[in-house]
């Protein structure tokens, strides 16, 4: 990777376009996209947004998800909000190849502005 690549730590995107892939040197690259679509299809999210994080012990990007749940309200308590995030990365588990599986981990998040977070990543 050149670091003329990298937005923030961790977090790299074309400069030439707007989509990305994950990168990673042993399995084929993970495109965001298709790990977002998944997600989608998950009943309890309303939103999420998939990138790739850069680790050291890996040598690689995993991915990892920030999720906005599809009834916030619902999660009262950091216990509830944990929870939500380890059953979406087991659901994922079940939907997707290995190497695409939430190694980066999932994140909660009451919201996001689409268009803000577009141009964060």
């Known amino acids: 990777m050149h670091s003329d690549r990298f937005l923030s730590p961790g977090v790299s995107r074309s400069a030439a376009s707007q989509s990305f892939m994950i990168e990673s040197p042993t399995p084929p690259a993970v495109p965001p996209a298709e790990l977002e679509s998944v997600l989608l ?69 009451a919201w996001f502005w689409d268009q803000c977070w577009r141009q964060f990543i």
């Not at 012990?57 to 009834?71: C, F, G, I």
Request: proline share 4%; net charge positive.
């Open 41 to 109: 299809t998950h009943p309890d999210v309303a939103d999420v947004a998939v990138i790739g994080i850069q680790s050291e012990r890996e040598a690689t990007e995993l991915p990892r998800a920030y999720v906005v749940h599809a009834r916030p309200e619902e999660l009262k308590n950091e216990a509830q909000k944990t929870a939500f995030s380890q059953n979406v990365r087991s659901w994922m588990q079940g939907k997707v190849a290995n190497y695409k599986f939430l190694r980066g981990g999932a994140f909660f998040l």
